[in-house]
Every structure is written in structure tokens, then in C-alpha cells.
């Protein structure tokens, strides 16, 4: 089973509608928003994790997300770990190229493309975290899944996000900043109810790409 595929089943039925809902669209169409979008941020961790020192910052992160449960957490504090993600896998620079090029692949506008990024961010975070946890993976170890999990993704998707990352990479990995922030959830909710994934997050947005100390 692949991320991707966790991913969906974590999400279930009625986290698939909210996305649906949040894009405007109908959930198979969904599915597919789902599974580039997270092609992108798995594909972005590979491209980081192919260096050493990124590699390394990224199997000490996912240390901080074992205990995290993204698929029932406050949506404000989910974004907010989700951005802070993206802006260690992605740049904030390259997190907006993402977003463009992924939301003309989708059909969908960019800002919602952003919203929903950051949102399931912090969803593949801490199924890699578990699933490094249960194989006991170091670092490179931990690289080779992730090269893995990017070449199994259909040949047409893979070829497109493949070329999506090498013009956001450019043959180089974002410069790491700060550490990786855990999740931290501060309000339990229940897919389905009110404050979840399709709940609009009320508290202040983070823009990728600017100063933050929450980074």
C-alpha cells in the first residue's frame, strides 16, 4: 500500500466529500486532486532526501509527527504544520510554483489548490512517520522508500509532477531553515463536523514565502 493510499483511506468517505466540496468538484475528480498534489509533496521530500543533509532533517522530523493524528485535528493547527512543511520540502517559492502548476493540471484555481496543500502536508507527514517508525528506517533507508513511493505513481501523473519538481529544484533542494515543526493538535474534531477539513480556517493565513517565526 502506498501513501497515496493511506492517505485515502485515512481521509474515508467523508473527508474525500469535504475535499470535493473545498475544489468544487465531484469526488473521483477529488481523488485524482489528491493523489498529485501528494505525488508533489512525496516527490518534494525524495528530492530533499537525496541529499544527506536532507535526508537527515527530514527522519529527525518525523519523529515530532508519531503522535500526531492530522485526520482528526483542529484545521487551523493542521495549515499551520502544513506550511511549515511546505516551506522545508517545497521552498515558499516553489510551494506557489506547485500550486500554479497543479491547480492548471486539476482545472481548479490556485487559491484553493493552496488551501488544500497544507492541509494534507501534514497527513503524508505523519503516515511516513509511521511508516519509517514500523521499518525502522535511518535516513537512507528512508530516501530509497521515498524514491520508491515516487516511481509508483502512474506513468502519465509521474511524468508530469517529475517535470513539475525539476522546474521548481532545478537540480538543487531548498536550503533547510529551521527544524520541522510537530503537528500539535489543539482541538479535536470529527471528520464530518464543524471546524474539519472543509471547514474555512478563520485564523490568520500563513503566506509561503514569507517571513514566519512559526518556520
Known sequence: ??????????????????????????PLTARKVIEAVSGTIVGGMARNAAHPDGADALRDALEDHLDADPFNGDVASLTRDGHS????????????QAAAGLAQLAGVGTVTIMKLM?????????LLAN??????????ALADFLDREQSSLPGGLGDLLGRLL???????????????????TERQV??????????????????????NSEW
Open 166 to 184: 525539476n522546474g521548481i529544484f532545478g537540480g538543487n533542494v531548498p536550503r533547510q531553515g529551521l527544524p520541522y515543526e510537530p503537528y500539535r
Open 85 to 96: 512543511i511546505l516551506g522545508h520540502v517545497l521552498g515558499g517559492q516553489g510551494t506557489e
Open 118 to 126: 497544507p492541509l494534507i502536508a501534514p497527513m503524508i507527514m505523519s
Open 131 to 140: 511508516r519509517a517508525a514500523d521499518r525502522d528506517m535511518d535516513p537512507g
Open 1 to 26: 500500500m502506498t501513501l497515496n493510499d493511506e492517505l485515502l483511506a485515512g481521509l474515508g468517505d467523508s473527508g474525500l466529500e469535504q475535499i470535493a466540496g473545498m475544489l468544487g468538484t465531484d
Open 190 to 211: 470529527t471528520p464530518g463536523a464543524s471546524g474539519g477539513i472543509g471547514t474555512p480556517c478563520t485564523e490568520r493565513e500563513i503566506t509561503p514565502g514569507t517571513s
